[in-house]
């Protein structure tokens, strides 16, 4: 999407249409009295409720200079978050996309609550961007894409930081729109082999520096929790590192970690054939953190960023892993592996050992882990929990401020010591069966020293969409990234 910033005023664009957000059921518009009236005249006569997402398209009949008017519904003010404000951006471009409309503007004096106007620019260009996305690389009729533009209309309070939100957004939404592609291809398609290939191009394309860990090496390093998730896969399990240098050259690294479950039938204990579909999106939290690190390699922030995927396959071939087997972590922690569906967490351990090596300033690991987490949060919100008060802070407002919402869980020693084997040093699920999702964070836990930050998020209920919605089509949403980027951005 073409994104633009001009001074002059919304009813002076002679654009497709013009996108006007409407809070507490009133236009957010000032200054032309005849387009408030058409606003209101239609508002009136259609009943236009202005929820949150909700849309409405209509001509403008020659009134002012673009052709079509279409609302997009904030709900009421005191329910506001961030995240309004980007998918309801997506909705409205959607709803002009299935009338034709490809060219579009919005104003930037008028937006909800105290929202800055930078902020404002970010969130609704993104949201734009994502709303012209489609999969469609199986359909075997495919439509043409079409090229679309948004105009940012109208005087910003501060022109420089809105000119540098509208560049951030645009390098933020080719990072996601390309991701999306890979992090939509079927377990098939997208083999663990795939993603390597497709990380290696990336890193060339952008300045990163990629190694890949094969199986070979995985052995050499006592991987073998992760060998554990791909021994009943034809497909070799690999872990992908992706470094950006950062700008400071005194500055330590952060390290990210994401799950990268290629498909996860759930090995020997078996997932129920209901919904198993929906298990190639188990990679998503390697998906963000690919997002993330082309973020990085393209806005340039201070701070030195290391992703690393942990990508396997978890199959129940005749050499899969058993019930009851125990396998040696490259930690040289021993781990019962009592169900071969909390595989998550093996994947995770040996990456997160890994990371310790580049002396990082914090560790954030991303991953679809657990059924509990959507039975405590549906798919609202990603679950956060970790060793470090002020990381947990600094993410829950990172996710604020980015649009994706996270809630703090605790970490206590109950459920550390709930994670203890019997005839190892720990056990891949808990003795008592409760506070799954807390149980599993407390198993990676104990592969984090306390003296190193570390934040655990949990996307299992946020990760994709399996029903369209007004902003975005079934798939994967790349959850975590827009937190993570912004979060690293506010570093020093």
């Known amino acids: 999407m073409k994104l633009t910033l001009t001074t002059r005023p919304l009813e002076t664009q002679a654009n497709d249409a013009c996108i006007v957000f409407v809070q507490n059921k009133k236009p957010l518009l000032s200054g032309n009295p005849e387009l408030a009236a058409l606003l209101e005249e239609r508002i009136k006569k259609t009943g236009f409720s202005g929820e949150f997402a909700q849309t409405l398209v209509f001509p403008t009949f020659g009134k002012i200079k673009t052709e079509n008017i279409i609302l997009a519904g904030l709900g009421e003010s005191k329910e506001f978050r961030m995240e309004y ?7 409205a471009v959607r709803a002009g996309k299935s009338a034709g409309i490809k060219n579009f503007a919005t104003t930037t004096e008028t937006g909800p609550g105290k929202v800055p106007d930078a902020a404002f620019v ?32 109208g005087a910003c309070e501060n022109a420089a930081a809105c000119r540098k939100a509208l560049t951030e957004a645009d390098l933020e939404s080719q990072a996601l729109l390309s991701t999306a592609d890979l992090a939509n291809l079927p377990g098939n398609e997208c083999t663990p082999q795939k993603v390597a290939t497709w ?7 952008t300045g990163l520096t990629c190694s890949v860990l094969n199986k070979a090496d995985l052995q050499k390093k006592n991987c073998n929790a992760l060998l ?26 952060v390290v990210l970690v994401g799950k990268t ?18 298990m190639l999106y188990d990679k998503c939290g ?13 806005l340039k922030p201070e701070t030195p960023v290391i992703g690393m995927l942990t990508v396997a396959e978890n199959m129940p071939g005749g050499t899969a892993t058993r019930p009851g087997d125990i396998v040696k972590s490259h930690a040289g922690k021993t781990i019962e592996i009592l169900n071969t569906d909390a595989e998550g967490r093996l994947a995770l351990c040996d990456a997160l050992s890994l990371a310790l090596e580049h002396k990082p300033t914090a560790i954030v690991d991303l991953a ?9 949060l549906g798919h609202t919100a990603s679950a956060v929990i970790g060793n470090s008060s002020e990381l947990t802070a600094a993410l829950l407002k990172a996710g604020a401020a980015a649009g994706e919402r996270l809630w703090e869980l605790p970490l206590w020693k109950e459920h550390m010591d709930d994670m203890k084997g019997t005839f190892a040093d720990l056990q891949n699920i808990g003795k008592s069966g409760t506070a799954g999702t807390i149980t599993a964070a407390a198993f990676l836990a104990h592969f984090i020293p306390d003296s190193v930050p570390w934040a655990h998020i949990d996307i299992a209920g946020t990760a994709w969409e399996e029903s ?3 902003w975005t089509d079934p798939g994967a949403t790349l959850f975590g990234a827009r937190t993570l980027m912004e979060w690293i951005t506010g570093l020093k």
């Open 85 to 91: 404000l980007e998918r309801a951006a997506s909705a």
């Open 122 to 153: 970010r969130a609704v260009a993104r949201g734009a961007a994502w709303g012209t996305y489609r999969f469609d690389t199986f359909k075997t009729e495919k439509k043409k894409r079409d090229t679309f533009s948004l105009t940012f209309a």
């Open 199 to 205: 990380a290696q191009k990336m890193a060339r394309e």
């Open 228 to 253: 554990a998730v791909a021994a009943g896969s034809a497909q070799d399990a690999k872990i992908i590192t992706l470094k950006y240098k950062g700008t400071n050259p005194k500055a330590k690294p």
């Open 261 to 278: 479950i290629t498909f996860d039938s759930g090995g020997i204990s078996l997932k129920p054939g209901k919904g198993m579909g929906w």
């Open 286 to 298: 390697g998906m963000a953190v690919l997002a993330v690190l082309q973020m990085v390699a393209r």
């Open 368 to 376: 679809t882990l657990t059924g509990a987490c959507i039975v405590a």
């Open 468 to 470: 369209s919605k007004p």
